[in-house]
Nanobody
Framework: QVQLVESGGGLVQAGDSLRLSCKTS????????MGWFRQAPGKERWFVAG????????YYADSVKGRFSIWSDNAENTVYLQMNSLKPEDTAVYYC???????????????WGQGTQVTVSS
C-alpha cells in the first residue's frame, strides 16, 4: 500500500511562488512514476507534472512549462512541486499521485494523496 501526503498549499497573489510537498511511504519507489495533478471546481483532474523516480526527464503540462518544477529528495522519500509566477488560473486542488506506468490520464494512476488547496488571487 502506497501512502501519499501533500502539504504546502495556500492563498497567494498572482506572481507569487509556492512549493508543494508529497511525503511518500509504504513502498519502495524505484520503479514508480510520480506526478502532480490538479482539479479546479467543476472541472476534471488534469496532469501537471511527472517524472520517474529512477531518474530521467520530467514531463510538464504546456500550461505550466517554464513556471513549475518537479523533483524528489530520495533520502526523504518526498516529491516537490515548485510553482513560480502563479496565475489565478492555477487555482485548484493539487494532488500527488504514483503509478507504475507514465501517462497523463489520471485514470491510470493508482495511488493518490488527499490533495492540497492552492488559491491564487489576482
Amino acid at each position: 500500500q502506497v501512502q501519499l501526503v501533500e502539504s504546502g498549499g495556500g492563498l497567494v497573489q498572482a506572481g507569487d511562488s509556492l512549493r508543494l510537498s508529497c511525503k511518500t511511504s509504504g513502498r519502495t519507489f524505484g520503479s514508480y512514476v510520480m506526478g502532480w495533478f490538479r482539479q479546479a471546481p467543476g472541472k476534471e483532474r488534469w496532469f501537471v507534472a511527472g517524472f520517474r523516480w529512477s531518474g530521467g526527464s520530467a514531463y510538464y503540462a504546456d500550461s505550466v512549462k517554464g513556471r513549475f518544477s518537479i523533483w524528489s529528495d530520495n533520502a526523504e522519500n518526498t516529491v516537490y512541486l515548485q510553482m513560480n509566477s502563479l496565475k489565478p488560473e492555477d487555482t485548484a486542488v493539487y494532488y500527488c499521485a504514483a503509478a507504475t506506468t507514465f501517462t497523463t490520464s489520471p485514470d491510470t494512476w493508482g495511488s493518490w494523496g488527499q490533495g492540497t488547496q492552492v488559491t491564487v488571487s489576482s
